[in-house]
């Protein structure tokens, strides 16, 4: 089993950053590709920016050049750097892992991903 806890979520005016955390904990060996998703009211869960086992990144063209996916693999920890937030970015964030062997397009379906953080809130106001 793993486990995911995000935190770093808040509230910012549009123009400022947050960096969001994500800490894995359990079986992470068996982790293929890990990813940020957000899920904003009354709107589907998307992905933002998605990370492979062998470090390639893959971002949503509404974040590119503004998120940045990092992984410390030392301390087990994913991170969203977020510059540029924009009232749109604003959502619910949400850390997932996936154990499967996903194709190019099968990494932005969430239905694929089989751990789920509890998720973190980023309010952007204009």
């Known amino acids: 089993q793993v486990q995911l806890v995000e935190s770093g979520g808040g509230s910012v005016q549009a123009g400022g950053s947050l960096r969001l955390s994500c800490a894995r904990f359990?079986?992470?060996?068996?982790?293929?590709?890990m990813g940020w998703f957000r899920q904003a009211p009354g709107k589907e869960r998307e992905g933002v920016v998605i990370?492979?086992?062998?470090?390639?990144?893959n971002h949503a063209d509404s974040v590119k050049g503004r998120f940045t996916i990092s992984q410390d693999n030392a301390k087990n920890t994913l991170y969203l750097q977020m510059n540029g937030l924009k009232p749109e970015d604003t959502a619910m964030y949400y850390c997932?892992?996936?154990?499967?062997?996903?194709?190019?397009?099968?990494?932005?379906?969430?239905?694929?991903?089989?751990?789920w953080g509890q998720g973190t809130q980023v309010i952007v106001s204009s």
């Open positions: 997932a892992a996936s154990s499967r062997l996903l194709g190019r397009s099968e990494i932005w379906l969430h239905d694929e991903y089989n751990y």
């Open positions: 359990g079986l992470t060996g068996s982790i293929t590709n």
């Open positions: 990370i492979d086992t062998w470090g390639h990144t």
